[in-house]
């Protein structure tokens, strides 16, 4: 066969959810509120911490920073999926695959870095509360941010960089989204050498992530069962649950879709797995880490109340 540069692929056609069309309603209704919850969510989440001074504080000033990349990398997938539910064709340019790959990819490694910048800021927090308002300082947190999208950044130039030198010779992605690993599977080119770029990038990002956070959580336990108290043990280990939490549903479900032989599940097992980490963590995060957290449900119901209770003085002074 000979082989065809990739510059004359000027398309490519998802394979998407389910070839089934009596599903198509049921899913376009389901991701569409999935989408508005997580706007709500995260625009909520975003703007509660922004209007409350009581939480200008690292740990939300990190919480605030997280409810951004988890809009945006879910805005990335979402729309264009919700488009292919109602159209009789799922397809998608070759500069728009790209893109969605390549901004798939800097939020997604961002979102790795920016729960381990939350573990670390755990750590300091529980093993060293005397000094924590001096390590984990305004510019420690600025840089420590700066240093999570820079990574994002990074990865996925590299990444999509890679993805730009293939030829390829099909056009219909086994996948609703453009991934690294489905697209590979169309090229006619040898893709051996990206393969393993692409996998000691991505085994950096996570590995680098993944025993930062461990490392934490473990400093952090051997912390809370020296606490002599059963009060301060609760009171320290719920400070994490909601991180802890987060990062058990992101790196469970990633896992299952990267860190396993390709014939260990089904296309169907993996595409569940798939949405669960690009659709429904960036959904579930605001809700975990305000329904987990005493102080966030707090603060949420005062400034409820005060709007409620401006509504009803506005009202009852204008009659």
Same mark, same amino acid.
């Given at each position: ?10 398309? &490519? ?14 899913? &376009? ?73 390549? &901004?798939?990819?800097? &939020?997604? !490694? ?109 400093? !952090? ?99």
């Amino acid at each position: 066969m000979e082989r065809e540069n990739h510059s004359t692929v000027t398309e &490519f056609i998802l394979g998407g959810l389910t070839n089934r069309p009596e599903l198509q309603l049921p899913l &376009f209704l389901l991701f569409l509120s999935i989408c508005l919850v997580t706007m709500i969510g995260n625009l909520g989440m975003f703007t509660l911490i922004c209007l409350n001074a009581q939480l200008h504080t690292p740990m939300y000033y990190f919480l605030n920073n997280l409810s951004p990349v988890d809009l945006c990398y879910s805005s990335v997938i979402t729309p264009k999926m919700l488009v292919n539910f109602v159209s009789e064709k799922n397809v998608i340019s070759y500069a728009g695959c790209m893109s969605q790959l390549y &901004f798939f990819l800097v &939020f997604v !490694i961002a979102e790795c870095y920016m729960l381990t910048v939350m573990a670390y800021d755990r750590y300091v927090a529980i093993c060293s509360p005397s000094l924590y308002n001096i390590i984990v300082s305004h510019q420690v947190c600025s840089l420590l941010v700066a240093v999570v999208y820079a990574m994002g950044l990074t990865g996925s130039t590299i990444e999509t960089g890679l993805m730009f030198k293939l030829s390829y010779c099909e056009l219909l992605i086994s996948h609703y989204f453009c991934d690294i690993l489905p697209l590979m599977k169309l090229s006619c080119s040898c893709t051996y050498d990206i393969e393993m770029t692409t996998f000691f990038v991505g085994g950096f990002n996570i590995i680098v992530t993944s025993l930062t956070i461990f490392a934490s959580y473990a400093f !952090i336990l051997s912390s809370i069962l020296h606490i002599s108290t059963t009060e301060g043990k609760t009171k320290a280990f719920s400070t994490c649950s909601s991180h802890l939490v987060a990062v058990a549903l992101f790196y469970g479900s990633a896992s299952f879709v990267y860190l396993k032989p390709s014939t260990a599940s089904s296309l169907a097992q993996e595409n569940v797995a798939s949405v669960f980490y690009t659709t429904a963590i960036p959904m579930l995060n605001p809700l975990i880490y305000s329904l987990r957290n005493k102080e966030v449900k707090a603060i949420m119901h005062k400034t409820l109340r005060g709007k409620l209770f401006g509504c009803k003085f506005y009202y009852s002074f204008s009659g």
